[in-house]
């Protein structure tokens, strides 16, 4: 798989601090017999969490919606795009674990750029 | 008398007396619900009460014979009945139910139940040993929490009996019994002392019986706790035939714990799961379950904190929390779990905090609501989703201050009064119905759940076929193919609901076409009279009944009213009746008339009964941004079965009215008014409701 290049210092603050109330990405949690629990994001490190694989719940997020987030409210373009690719195939698990997958290697390339700052 | 031990306890708060009611006479109610609304009805002396905080009130805390035995995920729920508190418009006539090692203690101290008259003129506690009951001086325990509370009675009744070695003696009749066990307690705490919407009934750690308001029903009585020790067992009429169904339950259709199928599809046949709905804060943790379940989803944990908080209760706090602890998910556990603590303590209702709590936000993040706004609030909201502020937002709720003084009649109320109905109309505030909040099945597309809400009185968290929408659902997320197709399926539900479906599944089919039907409320029907029946009289517990289908049978049938371990199998193993499945869901379909006559004389009409604004105005777009799943059995044009969306769809008013018609005429209720007719109630053994009624001037006409 390709490595995303390193983001530039001020994306990877705009990354970890995340977005104001009103521009966070509607997601949320699919908990059997719960349903789904609203669980807006508004930072990367938010959404990893979000879409990390567990055995208890599924993340509930929309893949268009989420690429358009990711490219437009954190403005993180590449990101958004090879997500994009990544959901194309498979099932939608297999959706989330390709989106998980690349966003915690852009977290951990935006922890160590704010480090380095 | 089998399973029922044979008397029903009063006490009456005002004069602090107790009386025996003997069981008998409400036999044919089965217990739990079908007694409670039974006994409300004859000794509710104004059954015109539209607020659960007034004397007249009439609350009922009932077992069913099946507590205290092992069937099978209904040896321990407990009942609780009577007008509520919180619902919008009118505090209904309602219902709760929790779980634990109460009910069956009741039973074993020989009382099928504990109804409540009255009003105390000062704080007091109920002790019951055995036969040897009396209300006992609360002053000293207002104002404690939950558990502090259950602590200082466990040790009040302990302190004074003889012990040793573990055992204490408890009294009985004639002589003193040993036992091990400490009294079981249920409690309220500020939450319903300040007879708050938000009040409930606590038990242990985290058994709680959340809706309806009934802490503060208790509040409004002065009523602090029940304590319950017994020594005595539960007679089972025909022991054999009982365990001959249990271990068929286990062979046939449970979970083979040793080579458990973890997708499999079902209710009864799901691999115990004892964790929270967040991360569990340690592997160090034991299973802790109601009294004789096979389920055992709660659990106890070695940090000591998150102690049988399950469910909503385990995940309330999340989202909130999420924003603090940034990715990091153990923070969250620590976080939501501890505050489950707190709101256990301060017995609260967790269930709608968390869709209130979000129109919060937004009212604050607006600017409406916070220090010196509009909505005038000193609770420090730029820290939500942490502890502290869970902490604040909890005692203010509780003890009527800050914001929590405008909530303590419920969020609807709330809503009114601070002049923003409109965010209720638009589904800001998403409280479809009767003020509760939405459970995550929206009407629009789970029309089973709101229907039948609708044509009662609470949310109402039946799970019967909702979970048709976790199995679908789930396996198509994972891309699987459904291990029932959908016609498959159609006719399993459709076998099962023979009796109401008249051999035509159709009203499994939530399409657009038949959102309206005629079949869509002969299923309703099934799923209500079982309801309250099996589980809410009976108390088969919801997590595992009915089992409508398994894919660990062959033949794909569930357990739900086989021969073999079917519900009246161990009805009739434990009471000696023998009745079949069908006279159950009978018996249910009497205990709804019941309560439809309880509700007409409270005022209820069927210009009443009409879901939140939103519902018909907004179509239901949460999971096209959410998660683009919700499929559900529908036929084509051509009647070909198959799983569809049911996403980004209305509800049409005259739709919704046309399908409330078609369930009035099915009950033998009146279509104009939504009222019992005397032939119906006549025909179910209620003459004298009709004859109440209609000295109310609300029976219902008989149609030509």
């Known amino acids: 798989m390709r490595t995303l290049a390193a983001p530039e210092p001020e994306l990877a603050k705009r990354l970890l601090l995340g977005v104001r109330y009103e521009d966070r990405l509607r997601a949320g949690l699919l908990v059997p017999p719960r349903g789904v629990v609203e669980t807006p994001v508004a930072s990367l490190p938010e959404l990893c969490s979000l879409l990390e694989p567990d055995a208890r719940c599924l993340p509930a997020v929309h893949f268009d919606t989420l690429v358009e987030w990711i490219g437009g409210v954190l403005g993180d373009t590449e990101l958004a795009g090879r997500i994009r690719e990544a959901v194309r195939e498979g099932c939608y698990v297999d959706g989330c674990r390709a989106a998980h997958a690349l966003i915690s290697e852009r977290l951990a390339q935006a922890r160590s750029c704010a480090g380095a700052v | ?704």
């Open chain 2, 1 to 704: 008398m089998s399973g029922f031990a044979g008397k029903i306890l009063r006490v009456d708060l005002t004069s602090r007396t107790l009386e025996r009611i003997d069981t008998e006479r409400y036999r044919r109610f089965g217990g739990g619900h079908g007694m409670g609304a039974a006994l409300f009805w004859d000794l509710c002396p104004d059954k015109t009460i539209q607020d659960g905080r007034r004397p007249e009130n009439v609350c009922s805390i009932m077992a069913s014979p099946l507590c205290g035995t092992n069937v099978p995920s209904a040896g321990g729920r407990c009942e609780v009945t009577g007008a509520g508190v919180g619902p919008y418009p009118v505090g209904w006539f309602t219902r709760t139910n929790f779980g634990g090692h109460f009910s069956s203690m009741l039973k074993q101290a020989g009382w099928d139940g504990i109804v409540l008259t009255g009003r105390a003129d000062s704080p007091v506690w109920l002790d019951v040993r055995n036969d040897h009951v009396a209300l006992r001086d609360a002053r000293d325990l207002w104002g404690k929490d939950t558990w502090t509370t259950q602590q200082r009675i466990r040790e009040r009744v302990l302190s004074g009996a003889d012990a040793f070695d573990g055992w204490w003696a408890v009294p009985e009749a004639e002589r003193a019994a040993l036992t091990t066990q400490p009294p079981s307690v249920l409690a309220i705490g500020p939450a319903g002392e300040n007879q708050t919407a938000h009040g409930c009934l606590v038990h242990g750690a985290g058994n709680g019986a959340g809706q309806g308001g009934f802490g503060a029903v208790w509040g409004s009585k002065n009523l602090k706790a029940i304590s319950v020790v017994g020594t005595g067992t539960v007679d089972v009429a025909d022991p054999a035939a009982l365990l001959r169904a249990r271990f068929t339950a286990k062979e046939k259709y449970a979970a083979d714990p040793d080579d458990p199928d973890l997708g499999t599809w079902g209710t009864l046949n799901r691999v115990p799961n004892s964790r929270p709905f967040v991360a569990p804060p340690t592997d160090e943790r034991r299973t802790s379950a109601c009294f004789g379940c096979v389920s055992g989803c709660k659990a106890r944990y070695s940090v000591g904190y998150g102690n049988e908080s399950l469910c909503q209760t385990s995940n309330w706090y999340a989202p909130f929390a999420a924003k603090v602890a940034k990715g990091d998910k153990m923070m969250v556990s620590e976080i939501v779990l501890r505050s489950a603590d707190v709101i256990q303590q301060y017995g609260a209702n967790s269930y709608t905090l968390q869709r209130g709590l979000e129109w919060l936000e937004y009212l604050y993040h607006r600017g409406v609501l916070g220090p010196g706004r509009r909505i005038h609030s000193e609770l420090p909201w730029e820290e939500l989703g942490t502890l502290e502020f869970a902490r604040r937002f909890i005692h203010a709720l509780a003890t009527r201050q800050d914001i929590g003084a405008d909530l303590a009649d419920g969020w609807v109320q709330a809503a009114i009064r601070w002049g923003r109905e409109d965010d209720w109309h638009q589904g800001r505030l998403p409280f479809p119905y009767w003020g509760y909040g939405e459970h995550a099945y929206d009407p629009r597309a789970e029309l089973e759940w709101g229907y039948a809400t609708l044509v009662t009185e609470r949310d109402i968290n039946d799970h019967a076929v909702n979970i048709i929408f976790w199995d679908v659902n789930i396996a198509l997320a994972y891309g699987r193919t459904p291990r029932i197709d959908a016609a498959t399926m159609a006719r399993l539900v459709g076998e099962k609901m023979a009796h109401y479906l008249e051999g035509d599944p159709s009203g499994l089919d939530y399409g657009d076409a038949n959102m309206y039907s005629e079949s869509v409320a002969r299923l309703v029907r099934w799923i209500l009279h079982y309801n309250r029946f099996w589980k809410n009289s009976a108390l088969f517990c919801d997590l595992r009944w009915p089992s409508l289908y398994d894919t660990q049978v062959d033949t794909l049938e569930g357990a739900t009213a086989s021969p073999d371990a079917g519900e009246q199998v161990f009805w009739n193993a434990v009471t000696g009746e023998d009745i079949t499945f069908e006279e159950g869901l009978e018996r249910g379909r009497a205990i709804l008339n019941l309560n439809q006559a309880i509700w007409t004389l409270q005022g209820r009409h069927r210009d009443m009964v009409r879901f939140a604004r939103f519902i018909y105005e907004k179509p239901y777009d949460r999971f096209e941004v959410y998660f683009p799943f919700y499929n559900w059995p529908t036929r084509d044009e051509n009647g070909a079965w198959a799983y569809r969306s049911v996403l980004n769809r209305r509800l049409s008013e005259e739709g919704v009215e046309r399908w409330k018609t078609h369930f009035y005429r099915l009950e033998g209720w009146d279509p104009r008014t939504g009222w019992p007719t005397r032939s119906t109630l006549e025909s179910l053994g209620l003459a004298h409701v009709a004859d109440e009624l209609e000295r109310a001037g609300r029976l219902g006409r008989e149609e030509a």
